[in-house]
């Protein structure tokens, strides 16, 4: 269940798009959240956003900053959750983690139980 590995990250020009994966070790994606989170040097880490499955529904967050850039979506016969960013910019500059627990977490980090080792996302101007 705690298994989780990114990739997709790398350097793009602002304006970019990027796509990061994340694989995680999951039986079921049902009753589960995934959250995304990033570290810029020198700062705390911050949350991204998350999708918690509960039963059929679905239900995704973000925080304000990348709201209309950035959409989280999976692939449950792969139990891989992807984060698709758009429009990047220089500040999207980060470290970006993906985390997840059984049932539901919020947009505390705390709240998670497993995580990824991260991906480097630069955007350059």
């Known amino acids: 269940q705690g298994r989780l590995v990114e990739s997709g990250g790398g350097l793009v020009t602002a304006g970019g798009s990027l796509r990061l994966s994340c694989v995680t070790s999951?039986?079921?994606?049902?009753?589960?959240?995934v959250g995304w989170f990033r570290q810029a040097p020198g700062k705390e880490r911050e949350y991204v956003g998350r999708?918690?499955?509960?039963?059929?529904?679905?239900?995704?967050y973000y925080t304000e900053s990348v709201k209309g850039r950035f959409a989280i979506s999976s692939d449950n016969t792969k139990k891989t959750i992807y984060l698709q960013m758009n429009s990047l910019k220089p500040e999207d500059t980060a470290v970006y983690y993906c985390?997840?627990?059984?049932?539901?977490?919020?947009?505390?980090?705390?709240?998670?139980?497993?995580w990824g080792q991260g991906t480097q996302v630069t955007v350059s101007s």
């Open positions: 999951a039986r079921t994606f049902s009753d589960y959240t």
């Open positions: 999708t918690t499955w509960s039963g059929v529904s679905k239900y995704t």
């Open positions: 985390a997840a627990r059984e049932g539901f977490a919020g947009s505390s980090e705390d709240s998670y139980s497993y």
